[in-house]
């Protein structure tokens, strides 16, 4: 399989969503849609394969200590999380039964018009977005 091959596999059907997310919002360098355990599902143009891997994993990450902060403190369910770098945000947020929007963007970028982007996408497609969840599998000795 070539790397080409593996980049379509990963970039998904809603791909072409993601592209024009980050197309109509300043400042947005890339967009991934993950399981919540972290698997790319969908990625917008111009990654590579483990770079999409990573910030899969990284955003998977981040919304579970999220998620078991508000559930540890009663502060409830986790509607975004937000991480501020020296020269980009990174937003995560729920898309869907299973499933989570990752934006990366530049420091320049308007977050209120960027979270307000995301929830809009989410509110239109999240049903699409959805992941069924992984089975367990079992191991037998042979």
């Not at 379509?8 to 072409?16: A, C, E, K, M, V």
């Not at 990573?54 to 579970?64: E, M, R």
């Not at 945000?89 to 018009?113: C, H, M």
């Amino acid at each position: 399989m070539t790397d080409e091959q593996v980049s379509d596999q990963t970039r998904g059907d809603l791909g072409w969503l993601l592209d024009d997310l980050v197309a109509r919002t300043g400042h947005v360098r890339q967009a991934v849609l993950l399981t919540s355990d972290g698997l790319a599902t969908s990625a917008s143009d111009g990654m590579d394969e483990k770079d999409i891997e990573h910030l899969s994993a990284v955003c998977a990450g981040f919304h579970s200590l999220a998620k078991e902060t508000g559930a540890r403190f009663a502060a409830g369910n986790v509607r975004q999380t937000m991480v501020m770098l020296e020269d980009a945000y990174l937003f995560v947020t729920p898309a869907g039964d299973g499933s989570r929007l990752a934006v990366l963007s530049d420091i320049e970028t308007d977050v209120g018009q960027l979270a307000h982007e995301m929830a809009l996408l989410v509110r239109r497609v999240g049903r699409h977005m959805a992941v069924p969840a992984r089975a367990a599998t079992e191991e037998v000795d042979p």
